[in-house]
């Protein structure tokens, strides 16, 4: 208190004391304002109270209040009590002195103002766990090694043991039981945090200390010294109750060095280790658990699953296979190799040769360390096409545990020219998918999800991407790299180029890729006549090349530079005459290139996000050039008339439209482009783009695009028609869609209209099949019809559309709203997944009139509406013992609903046989699930024939025993618990 007091009297003294009062506002009345800041101050009051139950609501077992979201609560109530305080004061204080204080409450109000604006959190109040996405990482299951996994779940649910090492050789399958063990991890409730953590070879602490922090949420500052950041992970770390899993560690280290406090039966917090070495897990004292390969007979189950037990239906096939899984020396990675590399092969003889080969190949190296690799080599030797030999090949340029895009690895096999002699991209790229498939059915390649920079509502975005197992990757490198000239040394730490002794004879591709090389030195020259590949991508700190670099790499055709730092490029590289691809996105600081003019073969040129302030010179010349690559360059304010039309190979261009002028220019010269295939643009605002499509629609008929207006977003690049609207004024214009959208998307749209339909021109939106909107404040309802449209247009627009996902809007309060109308609009009638979280002023989510918008329904999810009452409704109370029949559901997801009192009106059922997943969740108040089971033949009732689970919360049991459900009793076995 004596320390408002002090403020206030400092105020009067300092402002007070000069002649010229010159803080007093005539037009102000000092009343006013002191009645404008308790209002504002009882809406801080709500707000935090609105906030904090909120938490409660959404903060389920393991989440974690987000950081931002703390300290705001903290300052809230600070500015709280003593502005109250001072408030308490203001009252007393005489008439002629108030006029003075007048600008202290003004402050006072704006801080407040402040408080109030910073207090939205779009991003959510707490850390979610993703849920639909899952953190579950996709894994194999496990075949044998049962008690291995139950073992170390022993002692993760134990209090003996804090550290766990698990130990075995590569391949042996350390990775796969824990990923296993991680996902079950995520249904217990012991533990606030599962963290899963690759470790990088060779250790980088800082990067560690990133990874980890990440995984918690948080951000370490990049300018402090590891140490400091040691101590702020370890204060993160104690807040909560953790599980981290080290994979794939190979060098010692400490856990302080780190910042990851020790785990003991205080904490409760466990830490395991996968690791080749037994030395590190002793030196980490940890209780150490051997994996030990798989027995005969685990082996061929292994095998079996894998390959598909038709082959034992092969007369006399059955010895040969045994003794091939024999060979495999029970290594679970060798064995689902190989046995995809055998899937569909039923030929005696081609077993009894593959055997031998086998057999060959393993006694060459008999008790070496290499003994895995030369079992992988057998399935590489039966890749039966070079070309696919070589794209798997190519995989091993990235760094070790590299999630690659498919797109991202398709374009790279094309600069290579792995895949050519296509009439199309599309084709090419049609192809590079059928080669990535085929990889992952050999297992050469195994799934893994690439995460995108969307994060929104908590919910983070990822698609399938691919990764090389670590071991396949190091068997490339060992043991078939070098017969190819390849050269890799990506990730390793490098901070300079290998010296001469260090480099491979005459490399033909060479990998730098993710080092931190800060220069090239000076008159280094490697002479590398054959080097047809050269990668020093991801150098971060790479400024320089100097001339004499490339003087002996004249075969060179792919150069790759993106992500350095470099400022500008060597005129040498104007000698290289067959370069093919040059990847230069991402070099921001990148300023002059030299002439392109003699590069007639060049065919992918990618300067996206590159500094350049004008087009390179000599780009008009580039009658070969295929793929053009100029988004977000910032500096760059035009593309020259007349360079554009030269480009008439050109299959996929990307600009951005900053001026209007420009967009139309080059958009007439777009349209001469006969080969384009693809068009990827960026807008300003919503007047250029309208602009654009009102032209494009003349000539797009055939060009996939992807468009988007706003800031700059990683699109979701689902379809070949999308658009993305991302933070934009969308106030007065209304959005005019180009023909054949499929995937619409608007994120943090500003001044949107209270539907959808009145903010974009749905008109020309026939074929849209998705439709995302998240975070939009305005928007009341999806589609909003008067009497005279509602029959027609926009329900035949909105006919096809499959996907319809509304994340935190919060004003929405209904899907269709039809204004007098008795006609309920056919609409919404293919739609197939509908997915609604954070929209807190819905309360009833699928009226009766929809109805034909059930019968393709396959999934529903509803999520985080804290005012949702009701599922399905009828606004007629006659129609309550109505049945709802959902002909295709499968997922039913209600969760986080705390208000949701049933799912269909009082006594109505729902008929939905082919449903597989129910999950019901924090949805304390209802009281009843109307799903009838189907009846058999003899009357009796059944558990839908798909069913696999019911997932529930785990503190909601005492809820299950409550509610009702007619035969219940049928249905305990699917009953699944979760947190
Ligand atoms: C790389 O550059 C960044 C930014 O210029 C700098 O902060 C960092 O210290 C540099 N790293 C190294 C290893 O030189
Ligand atoms: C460029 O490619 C052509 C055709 O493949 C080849 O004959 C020529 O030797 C290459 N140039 C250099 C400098 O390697
Ligand atoms: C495409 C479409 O159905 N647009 C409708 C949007 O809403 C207005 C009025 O609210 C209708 O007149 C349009 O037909």
Same mark, same amino acid.
């Given at each position: 208190?004596?320390?408002?007091?002090?403020? @206030?009297?400092?105020?009067?003294?300092?402002?007070?004391?000069?002649?010229?009062?010159?803080?007093? +506002?005539?037009?102000?009345?000092?009343? %006013?304002?002191?009645?404008e800041?308790?209002?504002?101050?009882?809406?801080?009051?709500?707000q935090?109270?609105?906030?904090?139950?909120? &938490?409660?609501?959404?903060?389920?077992?393991?989440?974690?209040?987000?950081?931002?979201?703390?300290?705001?609560?903290?300052?809230?109530?600070?500015?709280?009590?003593?502005?109250?305080?001072?408030?308490?004061?203001?009252?007393?204080?005489?008439?002629?002195k108030?006029?003075?204080?007048?600008?202290l409450?003004?402050?006072?109000?704006?801080?407040?103002?402040?408080?109030?604006?910073k207090?939205?959190?779009?991003?959510?109040?707490?850390? =979610?766990?993703?849920?639909?996405?899952g953190?579950?990482?996709?894994?194999e299951?496990?075949?044998g090694?049962?008690?291995?996994?139950?073992?170390?779940?022993?002692?993760?649910?134990?209090?003996?043991?804090?550290?766990?090492?698990?130990?075995?050789?590569?391949g042996?399958?350390?990775?796969?039981?824990?990923?296993?063990?991680?996902?079950?991890?995520?249904?217990?409730?012991?533990?606030?945090?599962?963290?899963?953590?690759?470790?990088?070879?060779?250790?980088?602490?800082?990067?560690?200390?990133?990874?980890?922090?990440?995984?918690m949420?948080?951000?370490?500052? $990049?300018?402090?010294?590891?140490?400091?950041?040691?101590?702020?992970?370890?204060e993160?770390?104690?807040?909560?109750?953790?599980?981290? @899993?080290?994979?794939?560690?190979?060098?010692?280290?400490?856990?302080?060095?780190?910042?990851?406090?020790?785990?003991?039966?205080?904490?409760?917090?466990?830490?395991?280790?996968?690791?080749?070495?037994?030395?590190?897990?002793?030196?980490?004292?940890?209780?150490?658990?051997?994996?030990?390969?798989?027995?005969?007979?685990?082996?061929?189950?292994?095998?079996?699953?894998?390959?598909?037990?038709?082959? /034992?239906?092969?007369?006399?096939?059955?010895? *040969?296979?045994? /003794?091939?899984?024999?060979?495999?020396?029970?290594?679970?990675?060798?064995?689902?190799?190989?046995?995809?590399?055998?899937?569909?092969?039923?030929?005696?003889?081609v077993?009894?040769?593959?055997?031998?080969?086998?057999?060959?190949?393993?006694?060459?190296?008999? +008790?070496?360390?290499?003994? &895995?690799?030369?079992? !992988?080599?057998?399935?590489?030797?039966?890749? $039966?096409?070079?070309?696919?030999?070589?794209?798997?090949?190519?995989?091993?340029?990235?760094?070790?545990?590299?999630?690659?895009?498919?797109?991202?690895?398709?374009?790279?096999? @094309?600069?290579?020219?792995?895949? %050519?002699?296509l009439?199309?991209?599309?084709?090419?790229?049609?192809?590079?998918?059928?080669?990535?498939?085929?990889?992952?059915?050999?297992?050469?390649?195994?799934? $893994?999800?690439?995460?995108?920079?969307?994060? #929104?509502?908590?919910?983070?975005?990822?698609?399938?991407?691919?990764?090389?197992?670590?071991?396949?990757?190091?068997?490339?490198? @060992?043991? *078939?790299?070098?017969?190819?000239?390849?050269?890799?040394?990506?990730g390793?730490?490098?901070v300079?180029?290998?010296?001469?002794?260090?480099?491979?004879?005459?490399?033909?591709?060479?990998?730098?890729?993710?080092?931190?090389?800060?220069?090239?030195?000076?008159?280094?020259?490697?002479?590398?006549?054959?080097?047809?590949?050269?990668? !020093?991508?991801?150098?971060?700190?790479?400024?320089?090349?100097?001339?004499?670099?490339?003087?002996?790499?004249?075969?060179?055709?792919?150069?790759?530079?993106?992500?350095?730092?470099?400022?500008? !490029?060597?005129?040498?590289?104007?000698?290289?005459?067959?370069?093919?691809?040059?990847?230069?996105?991402?070099?921001?600081?990148?300023?002059?290139?030299?002439?392109?003019?003699?590069?007639?073969?060049?065919?992918?040129?990618?300067?996206?996000?590159?500094?350049i302030?004008?087009?390179?010179?000599?780009?008009?010349?580039?009658?070969s050039?295929?793929?053009? %690559?100029?988004?977000?360059?910032?500096?760059?304010?035009?593309?020259?008339?007349?360079?554009?039309?030269?480009l008439?190979?050109l299959?996929?261009?990307?600009?951005?439209?900053?001026?209007?002028?420009?967009?139309?220019?080059?958009?007439?010269?777009?349209?001469?482009?006969?080969? /384009? =295939?693809?068009?990827e643009?960026?807008?300003?605002? &919503?007047?250029?783009?309208?602009h654009?499509?009102?032209?494009?629609?003349?000539?797009?008929?055939?060009?996939?695009?992807?468009?988007?207006?706003?800031?700059?977003? +990683?699109?979701?690049?689902?379809?070949?028609?999308?658009?993305?609207?991302?933070?934009?004024?969308?106030?007065?214009e209304?959005?005019?869609?180009?023909?054949?959208?499929?995937?619409l998307?608007? &994120?943090?749209?500003?001044?949107?209209?209270s539907?959808?339909?009145?903010?974009?021109? #749905?008109?020309?939106?026939? =074929?849209?099949?998705?439709?995302?909107?998240?975070?939009?404040?305005?928007?009341?309802?999806?589609?909003?019809?008067?009497?005279?449209?509602?029959?027609?247009?926009?329900?035949?627009?909105?006919?096809?559309?499959?996907?319809?996902?509304l994340?935190?809007l919060?004003?929405?309060?209904?899907?269709?709203?039809?204004?007098?109308?008795?006609?309920?609009?056919?609409i919404?009638?293919?739609?197939?997944?509908?997915?609604?979280?954070?929209?807190?002023?819905?309360?009833?989510?699928?009226?009766?009139?929809?109805?034909?918008?059930?019968?393709?329904?396959?999934?529903?999810?509803?999520?985080?509406?804290?005012?949702?009452?009701?599922?399905?409704?009828?606004? $007629?109370?006659?129609?309550?013992?109505?049945?709802?029949?959902f002909?295709?559901?499968?997922?039913?997801?209600?969760?986080?609903?705390?208000?949701?009192?049933?799912?269909?009106?009082?006594?109505?059922?729902m008929?939905? %046989?082919s449903?597989?997943e129910?999950?019901?969740?924090?949805?304390?108040?209802?009281?009843?699930?109307?799903?009838?089971?189907?009846?058999?033949?003899?009357?009796?009732?059944?558990?839908?024939?798909?069913?696999?689970?019911?997932?529930?919360?785990?503190?909601?049991?005492?809820?299950?025993?409550?509610?009702?459900?007619?035969?219940?009793? /049928? !249905?305990?076995?699917?009953?699944?618990?979760?947190?």
């Amino acid at each position: 208190m004596a320390e408002i007091v002090g403020a @206030i009297f400092g105020a009067l003294s300092c402002i007070c004391g000069t002649p010229t009062c010159n803080c007093i +506002d005539q037009h102000r009345n000092f009343n %006013d304002d002191v009645d404008e800041l308790r209002r504002k101050l009882d809406s801080l009051t709500s707000q935090k109270q609105e906030i904090e139950s909120r &938490i409660q609501a959404e903060a389920r077992g393991g989440q974690m209040v987000r950081q931002q979201v703390q300290e705001w609560l903290k300052q809230a109530e600070e500015i709280n009590v003593k502005l109250r305080a001072f408030l308490e004061e203001v009252r007393g204080v005489k008439w002629y002195k108030r006029a003075c204080l007048d600008r202290l409450v003004c402050r006072k109000i704006n801080m407040v103002k402040e408080m109030l604006d910073k207090g939205s959190f779009p991003e959510g109040l707490v850390i =979610e766990r993703a849920p639909a996405h899952g953190n579950i990482i996709p894994t194999e299951n496990l075949v044998g090694q049962i008690s291995i996994k139950e073992e170390i779940w022993g002692y993760l649910m134990g209090d003996e043991v804090g550290m766990i090492g698990v130990c075995g050789i590569g391949g042996v399958g350390k990775t796969t039981i824990m990923e296993n063990l991680h996902n079950d991890l995520q249904k217990e409730t012991r533990f606030q945090k599962v963290i899963w953590v690759i470790v990088s070879h060779p250790l980088n602490v800082f990067k560690l200390q990133n990874q980890i922090a990440n995984a918690m949420g948080e951000r370490l500052r $990049d300018d402090e010294e590891v140490k400091m950041r040691a101590a702020a992970l370890m204060e993160i770390m104690r807040r909560v109750r953790y599980v981290v @899993i080290l994979d794939d560690v190979w060098q010692k280290f400490s856990l302080k060095e780190v910042g990851i406090p020790d785990p003991n039966v205080q904490n409760g917090c466990k830490v395991v280790v996968t690791s080749r070495s037994i030395e590190v897990c002793s030196y980490l004292r940890c209780k150490v658990v051997k994996v030990k390969p798989l027995s005969q007979e685990e082996s061929l189950k292994l095998f079996l699953n894998t390959v598909g037990d038709s082959v /034992l239906q092969v007369p006399g096939l059955e010895e *040969i296979l045994k /003794l091939i899984v024999g060979e495999c020396a029970g290594l679970p990675l060798a064995l689902v190799v190989i046995a995809g590399s055998m899937m569909g092969v039923d030929d005696v003889n081609v077993w009894r040769n593959a055997l031998t080969e086998l057999q060959d190949l393993v006694s060459s190296v008999k +008790d070496s360390n290499d003994e &895995i690799v030369m079992r !992988l080599r057998f399935s590489f030797d039966r890749l $039966d096409s070079l070309q696919v030999k070589s794209c798997f090949l190519y995989c091993s340029l990235f760094r070790e545990d590299y999630v690659f895009s498919r797109r991202e690895l398709i374009e790279c096999w @094309i600069d290579e020219g792995l895949i %050519d002699g296509l009439p199309s991209r599309e084709a090419a790229c049609n192809r590079g998918h059928a080669i990535i498939d085929r990889l992952e059915k050999n297992f050469l390649l195994e799934k $893994d999800i690439v995460w995108s920079s969307i994060s #929104l509502g908590g919910c983070s975005f990822g698609s399938y991407g691919a990764k090389m197992h670590d071991v396949v990757r190091g068997m490339a490198i @060992i043991g *078939i790299g070098p017969e190819f000239g390849y050269m890799i040394k990506a990730g390793m730490n490098l901070v300079e180029l290998p010296d001469e002794h260090g480099w491979v004879k005459d490399p033909k591709k060479l990998s730098l890729m993710e080092n931190n090389i800060l220069k090239v030195p000076p008159s280094l020259s490697p002479k590398c006549l054959s080097l047809s590949t050269l990668i !020093l991508s991801s150098n971060p700190n790479l400024s320089e090349i100097p001339e004499s670099f490339f003087g002996e790499m004249l075969a060179l055709k792919v150069l790759d530079l993106s992500s350095t730092a470099i400022e500008t !490029l060597p005129n040498s590289i104007s000698k290289l005459e067959n370069l093919s691809a040059l990847r230069l996105q991402h070099c921001m600081k990148l300023k002059y290139l030299p002439s392109l003019a003699n590069l007639r073969g060049l065919k992918k040129l990618n300067l996206h996000k590159a500094g350049i302030e004008v087009v390179p010179h000599g780009m008009g010349m580039l009658i070969s050039l295929e793929y053009l %690559d100029l988004l977000f360059c910032q500096n760059l304010k035009e593309i020259p008339t007349g360079i554009l039309p030269n480009l008439s190979s050109l299959q996929y261009l990307a600009v951005c439209c900053l001026q209007e002028t420009t967009i139309i220019r080059n958009l007439e010269e777009v349209a001469r482009l006969k080969k /384009l =295939e693809t068009l990827e643009c960026q807008f300003d605002g &919503i007047q250029d783009f309208n602009h654009f499509v009102n032209k494009f629609k003349d000539f797009q008929s055939a060009i996939a695009y992807s468009l988007g207006v706003g800031t700059a977003r +990683d699109m979701i690049r689902q379809s070949k028609y999308e658009l993305a609207i991302t933070e934009c004024e969308i106030g007065e214009e209304c959005v005019v869609l180009p023909n054949n959208l499929e995937d619409l998307c608007i &994120i943090k749209g500003r001044n949107m209209r209270s539907s959808l339909n009145k903010t974009v021109l #749905l008109e020309n939106a026939n =074929e849209l099949r998705r439709c995302h909107i998240w975070e939009g404040k305005e928007i009341e309802c999806v589609v909003e019809l008067d009497s005279s449209s509602s029959s027609s247009l926009c329900c035949r627009v909105l006919d096809k559309l499959e996907l319809l996902d509304l994340l935190t809007l919060p004003k929405l309060c209904e899907l269709v709203r039809v204004e007098g109308a008795a006609t309920p609009p056919h609409i919404f009638s293919n739609l197939k997944k509908l997915t609604i979280s954070h929209c807190s002023r819905m309360r009833k989510l699928l009226p009766l009139e929809l109805q034909q918008a059930f019968q393709n329904l396959e999934e529903i999810y509803v999520n985080v509406c804290k005012q949702m009452e009701e599922i399905i409704t009828s606004l $007629d109370s006659d129609a309550s013992s109505d049945k709802f029949t959902f002909p295709k559901l499968r997922r039913l997801f209600l969760t986080n609903l705390p208000q949701l009192k049933s799912i269909c009106s009082a006594k109505g059922v729902m008929v939905c %046989d082919s449903i597989e997943e129910i999950a019901i969740s924090r949805c304390r108040e209802l009281k009843r699930i109307p799903v009838q089971l189907p009846l058999l033949d003899n009357g009796q009732p059944t558990p839908p024939p798909h069913l696999r689970e019911i997932e529930m919360d785990r503190d909601a049991k005492g809820w299950w025993e409550s509610v009702e459900w007619d035969h219940k009793n /049928l !249905l305990q076995p699917f009953l699944k618990y979760s947190d």
